[in-house]
């Protein structure tokens, strides 16, 4: 099954809007990634905020983890038309902190219109 | 270039057919992931190997088989027992430290297109 849960589905904005996507999973973590991946193509890393951190950011990236909630959310500021593409949370709920691979939830569909 | 590949980009199979996908890295990683991804859908794991010459089970492991002779290489087959195996397959290496196991993030390829005809 899913362990994360990305809402919502599929989010259309203009460029130069904020975009915030969200995440739920269902069982404790060592840590949350967010990844990126363009239509058609590998997946790429974004961001890794570990169980004891609440908010990290990079560059125009802002990810805030609420572990009591067992959800996260990833900001995107001042989005641009090369952000389409579609974002997926990814959480290492195996005792292995992710060595066994991650649990990846569906993701959301961001379109940037220009 | 320091990277992860996977070859072929597109894949064609006769039903009954045993195929196999090939994923390459040269970041000096110890684990390596097979995952499949459907449309519209997030990444499940197949198979996965924290060291040469093991490998385990991940959650959909029936109809595929792995091997890891080598730590740079970790080639996914595709048996005729997979039923429904078309699907875009994507290879991803972390670096694992045997005794640290933390905050791995993947590296992943540019995957492989399977269609069966």
């Known amino acids: 099954s899913q362990q994360g849960e990305e809402d919502p589905q599929a989010l259309s904005i203009q460029e130069g809007e904020n975009a915030t996507m969200n995440c739920s999973y269902k069982t404790s973590i060592n840590n949350l990634q967010w990844y990126r991946q363009n239509s058609g193509r590998g997946l790429v890393h974004l961001i890794l905020i570990r169980s004891n951190e609440r908010e990290k950011h990079s560059g125009r990236l802002r990810v805030t983890l609420d572990t009591s909630k067992k959800s996260s959310s990833l900001l995107i500021t001042a989005s641009r038309a090369a952000d389409t593409a579609s974002y997926f949370c990814a959480t290492d709920s195996r005792s292995g902190g992710g060595a066994d691979g991650l649990t990846f939830g569906k993701g959301t569909h961001l379109i940037i219109q220009p | 270039d320091g990277g992860i590949t996977q070859s072929p980009k597109y894949l064609f199979r006769k039903e009954g057919q045993n195929v196999t996908l090939s994923c390459e890295q040269n970041l000096n990683h110890d684990a390596m992931y097979w995952y499949r991804q459907d449309p519209g859908q997030g990444l499940r794991l197949i198979y996965y190997?924290?060291?040469?010459?093991?490998?385990q089970k991940g959650d959909i492991a029936e109809g595929y088989s792995v091997s890891r002779e080598k730590k740079e290489s970790f080639p996914l087959t595709v048996t005729s027992a997979q039923k429904n195996p078309t699907a875009f397959y994507l290879c991803?290496?972390?670096?694992?430290?045997?005794?640290?196991?933390?905050?791995?993030?993947?590296?992943f390829g540019p995957g492989t297109r399977l269609t069966v005809l």
């Open positions: 991803a290496s972390s670096a694992f430290p045997l005794r640290t196991v933390r905050y791995n993030e993947q590296f």
């Open positions: 190997s924290q060291i040469v010459n093991d490998f």
